[in-house]
């Protein structure tokens, strides 16, 4: 047998001509969308679609109930925490749209009860714990009798809509410039719905996105400041595994497996490249998508990943993705009649979930035990002082960074994937198991 690839994605310059006329390509869009759609309504089995009140999922509904025509059910996630919730975008878009809408809402203490599941069918460590939610929606979906719904995935990594992309944007800007006093200050443009980098001084974000000689030329200058956070959680590994890295090269490994065309990409489309061969297949949709779907036997379909629409947004030029720091903007202009102006014009919120908090309530009384250091030790993989400084961190409700809630998160799901794959303890008898707190 030989495994042979038929498409890939092309970002290069060649393929950059599509700009200009709005109008026109805002139809062409439009008309590829609504038929991606409809292609995967195909189904012997009743379908709903996903609605998180954002721009991508709204609109595949949109196109989902011009095309049945009759009742359409949509589900979503609510979160008890006001932080992460956008219900009211869910209720207004079910709405307008007219949809029949149904429910999940979710707290920290059940992202905690139920994350040893997750990882059950994730089979892998993550350092996020927005999996859950999904796990508890596709129940939801699954005990409304429904198989099979259609979502919104991909928009983001084609239509130009993280805010990495913006954050890539401000930063060359400012290289142009590293002198200036107020492109720096754009940065606060980004990541409004973080209050924790909110409520950072503009001089902590001129830190921690500086640009170094290096980065410039570096081909990985979008993912730099993003990865250099990931990274500091290899402070948590043991001696051993430290030493079993060490000369280990990551981002030299990455480069000689990128294609020869990356070079010639424009910044933006190489910030693209790296979301959508990188998150996109490994973590959207694997462990946040489709494992968590079909954990309850549930099929998600995504129109924004029909090759003739990934090709078509492949070829439009950077400012139709984003206008100045407008994300998504040939696509909020195909949405315009189809979805609410609230919905079409808000800011973009990727969806998140609540992350260490969840694992220091009375339904995740696991943790104490995967996380003591008599368990850290014995497996081997982290440092067992270095864990349980973090972890009383946590216990103390001290303020915590992004980059803790990561290592909390990662460390925590690595411990399940051992207990779960290599000690054979299922899910079950990690929930029940003792509580041991550290001291």
């Not at 462990?287 to 998600?300: I, L």
């Amino acid at each position: 047998m030989r495994i042979s690839q038929y498409w890939n994605l092309d970002l290069a310059p060649g393929n950059d001509g599509l700009d200009g006329n709005e109008e026109r390509l805002t139809e062409d869009l439009l008309a590829l969308l609504t038929d991606a759609t409809r292609i995967r309504l195909r189904s012997d089995v009743p379908f709903g679609t996903y609605l998180s009140g954002g721009l991508d999922s709204t609109l595949i509904t949109a196109l989902v109930k011009q095309a049945v025509g009759d009742r359409l059910r949509s589900f979503s996630v609510r979160f008890e925490d006001a932080e992460f919730d956008e219900s009211a975008y869910q209720d207004e878009a079910s709405a307008f749209i007219g949809t029949q809408h149904s429910a999940v809402t979710c707290s920290s203490e059940d992202i905690g009860e139920i994350f040893p599941d997750v990882i059950s069918h994730t089979e892998y460590p993550i350092l996020r714990t927005a999996p859950a939610p999904l796990f508890l929606l596709s129940r939801l979906v699954r005990n409304s009798g429904f198989k099979v719904v259609v979502t919104g995935e991909g928009a983001d990594e084609v239509m130009g809509g993280y805010d990495i992309f913006k954050e890539t944007k401000i930063r060359r800007f400012w290289a142009s410039q590293p002198d200036s006093v107020w492109r720096p200050l754009l940065l606060k443009r980004l990541y409004p719905y973080m209050d924790g980098i909110q409520r950072q001084p503009a001089a902590y974000l001129k830190k921690f996105f500086q640009i170094t000689p290096e980065d410039i030329a570096s081909p990985f200058f979008s993912h730099i400041p993003r990865w250099k956070l990931t990274s500091k959680i290899k402070g948590f590994f043991s001696d051993a595994v430290r030493a079993e890295l060490a000369g280990a090269n990551a981002l030299a490994d990455l480069e000689q497996i990128l294609p020869q065309s990356y070079p010639q990409m424009a910044s933006f489309n190489q910030a693209e490249y790296l979301e959508a061969k990188l998150l996109l297949p490994g973590y959207i949709l694997s462990s946040q998508g489709d494992r968590m779907a079909m954990a309850h036997a549930v099929e998600g379909r995504y129109p924004f990943l029909d090759y003739r629409v990934v090709a078509f947004a492949s070829k439009l030029s950077p400012r139709m993705k984003m206008k100045v720091l407008d994300q998504k903007h040939l696509l909020k202009r195909a949405a315009s009649g189809l979805i609410p102006p609230s919905v079409q014009n808000r800011y973009k919120q990727p969806y998140r979930a609540p992350d260490g908090a969840s694992f220091f309530g009375k339904r995740a009384n696991y943790v104490g035990d995967l996380l003591s250091a008599a368990q850290i030790a014995a497996d081997g993989i982290f440092d067992p002082r270095a864990v349980a400084q973090l972890v009383q961190k946590f216990r103390r409700g001290a303020l915590t960074s992004v980059g803790d809630n990561m290592a909390l998160v990662g460390i925590l799901s690595t411990q399940l994937v051992i207990n779960r794959f290599i000690n054979r303890r299922d899910a079950t008898s990690v929930r029940s198991g003792p509580v041991v707190q550290n001291s």
